[in-house]
């Protein structure tokens, strides 16, 4: 498990995985842009051992009180 910015290691690292994990913040940030590329998920596919697979939670837009006025229903 690594915890660190993942453009920069999925950039940087030699290793090749079976599987990744991203877990994203629950909410967007302007620092999340280039984990929403084309270019990003071309690299992690390079870093994917042949059957390998990604996993990644994707953040909600905007806080839902500032979309609404609504909390999210459980």
Avoid: C, N, W
Avoid at 19 to 38: A, C, E, G, Q, S
Avoid at 64 to 74: E, I, M, N, Y
């Amino acid at each position: 498990m690594h915890h660190l910015d993942a453009f920069i290691f999925v950039r940087e690292t030699d290793r090749v995985y079976d599987r990744v994990i991203i877990d994203l913040p629950d909410f967007y940030t302007v620092m999340l842009d280039k984990l929403d590329t084309v270019d990003f998920y071309k690299m992690i596919q390079d870093k994917l051992a042949p059957g390998g697979a990604l996993a990644t939670q994707m953040p909600r837009l905007s806080p839902p009180d500032k979309l609404t006025g609504a909390s999210p229903r459980r």
